[in-house]
């Protein structure tokens, strides 16, 4: 198995920036496909980006493409996203997960991540 542990989040204003990490321990982390989600007051969860194993491919979803970027430190078994021109919609508790796949997949569904981390809170204000 693998342990998830994310960091980083905090109140930024409108425009500003974050960085999220993810830090991961037990089974050789780049063993495991990675992915953000998020989910919001009052609604449900959705994906963020993901990455492939070796972190060679990345996939945003449409409401982050431009300002979010998802990347990976394989020896240091840490994925972090990049968050840029913050806005209050991007407001929501944020995950990461690892899903233990055998090829370069990019995953998008939260049904096919068996670890998640316990989430960390960001606050965009206007």
């Known amino acids: 198995q693998v342990q998830l542990v994310e960091s980083g989040g905090g109140l930024v204003q409108a425009g500003g920036s974050l960085r999220l990490s993810c830090a991961a321990s037990?089974?050789?982390?780049?063993?495991?496909?990675m992915g953000w989600f998020r989910q919001a007051p009052g609604k449900e969860r959705e994906f963020v980006a993901t990455i492939t194993r070796s972190g060679g491919s990345t996939y945003d979803a449409d409401s982050v493409k431009g300002r979010f970027t998802i990347s990976r430190d394989n020896a240091k078994k840490t994925m972090y996203l990049q968050m840029n021109s913050l806005k209050p919609d991007d407001t929501a508790v944020y995950y990461c997960a690892a899903a233990y796949t055998p090829g370069e997949r990019l995953i998008q569904g939260a049904t096919e991540y068996r670890y998640w981390g316990q989430g960390t809170q960001v606050t965009v204000s206007s």
């Open positions: 037990g089974r050789t982390f780049s063993s495991y496909a």
